[in-house]
């Protein structure tokens, strides 16, 4: 894709009524389930994903969320701060305060992961998954 950006790109897949990726494609339930399954692979294993970037160029990357096996630094952990959950303090009717963290809902598009290739976090779009890859190894 030369200048055109993926959004482009992909309104001119949908005024053309061209087919798009299986995730596209899908229902909100399909759409849950691949979602469901890719974080199964990603808790479990390292995975391979090929996705288009929103500059349009094609990425891949290596990477997991499966922290027990030592692949993700420990100092590399996320945190409520890193993940945007900031404790506040309100008052309550007798004056006192109180202090709760507020829920922050997870996106179902993005998928945040660690990049074992570049050592930190990443994420990509469902959406703009091309491939996926996995190497499943049985032995001990």
């Given at each position: 894709?030369?200048?055109?950006?993926?959004e482009?790109?992909?309104?001119?897949?949908?005024l053309?009524?061209?087919?798009?990726?299986?995730?596209?494609?899908?229902?909100e339930?399909?759409?849950?389930?691949?979602?469901?399954?890719?974080?199964?692979?990603?808790?479990?294993?390292?995975v391979?994903?090929?996705?288009?970037?929103s500059?349009?160029?094609?990425r891949?990357?290596r990477?997991?969320?499966?922290?027990?096996?030592?692949?993700?630094?420990?100092?590399?952990?996320?945190?409520?701060?890193?993940?945007?959950?900031?404790a506040?303090?309100?008052?309550?009717?007798?004056g006192?305060t109180?202090?709760r963290?507020?829920?922050?809902?997870?996106?179902p598009?993005?998928?945040?992961?660690?990049d074992?290739?570049?050592?930190?976090?990443?994420?990509?779009?469902?959406?703009r998954?091309?491939?996926i890859?996995?190497?499943?190894?049985?032995a001990?």
């Amino acid at each position: 894709m030369d200048m055109d950006t993926w959004e482009k790109a992909e309104v001119f897949r949908l005024l053309k009524n061209q087919p798009g990726t299986q995730y596209q494609e899908a229902d909100e339930a399909g759409k849950e389930q691949i979602r469901s399954w890719v974080k199964g692979l990603l808790n479990n294993s390292v995975v391979n994903v090929q996705f288009v970037k929103s500059d349009g160029t094609i990425r891949d990357m290596r990477c997991t969320v499966d922290a027990s096996k030592v692949l993700i630094p420990s100092a590399k952990l996320p945190t409520a701060a890193a993940a945007g959950i900031v404790a506040s303090a309100t008052v309550n009717i007798d004056g006192l305060t109180e202090s709760r963290k507020p829920r922050k809902e997870p996106d179902p598009v993005n998928q945040r992961v660690y990049d074992l290739d570049l050592n930190e976090w990443r994420s990509f779009r469902y959406d703009r998954l091309q491939k996926i890859s996995v190497e499943i190894d049985f032995a001990k």
